[in-house]
């Protein structure tokens, strides 16, 4: 009889435990950024990849109740790998690739740390907002940054 009680406790841990973890069901996308012209020129599942960047943001309530607002808290430490792409969502490492240089292009996200497959290690991406000037004078252009590495026994360039 103990031996059934204890195991019943175990399950409503796990259970509150996942309600824990549980992240919202919503995902907030600013009219505005639907609306302009950065949006409307990505093309083909740039889209549909931002939009899993937005499902990765943890969003959390700050300030005292009845003047919370809801502030994203890791905007600038999203991880979303090739892998991942694939075998979630169904985007090859090519579709993937062009939705990433396409969105930095345009503005909606950046690359924090570059990552390498070669070694295992995640790039992790960073929300931007230069979105916004898109197509004007102020817009700040990037292009995706290449990890330079030297392989083997090559001589290390030396810096004069």
Request: glycine share 8%; aromatic share 10%; proline share 2%.
């Amino acid at each position: 009889m103990s031996d059934d009680r204890g195991q019943i406790d175990n399950v409503f841990d796990l259970k509150k435990e996942e309600k824990k973890k549980k992240s919202s069901p919503i995902i907030v996308v600013e009219k505005e950024m639907i609306k302009s012209e950065a949006w409307l020129s990505i093309r083909g599942v740039a889209p549909h990849v931002y939009i899993i960047f937005l499902t990765k943001r943890r969003m959390e309530k700050i300030g005292k109740k009845g003047h919370q607002r809801t502030l994203c808290t890791n905007s600038q430490e999203l991880i979303f790998t090739y892998s991942e792409a694939k075998e979630k969502y169904g985007i090859t490492k090519r579709e993937f690739s062009r939705a990433i240089d396409n969105l930095i292009e345009h503005g909606f996200i950046d690359i924090v740390t570059i990552g390498g497959g070669m070694f295992r290690e995640e790039t992790v991406y960073g929300l931007s907002e230069r979105w916004r000037k898109w197509g004007t004078s102020e817009f700040e252009e990037k292009k995706r940054k290449i990890r330079k590495i030297s392989m083997g026994f090559c001589k290390p360039e030396r810096k004069t």
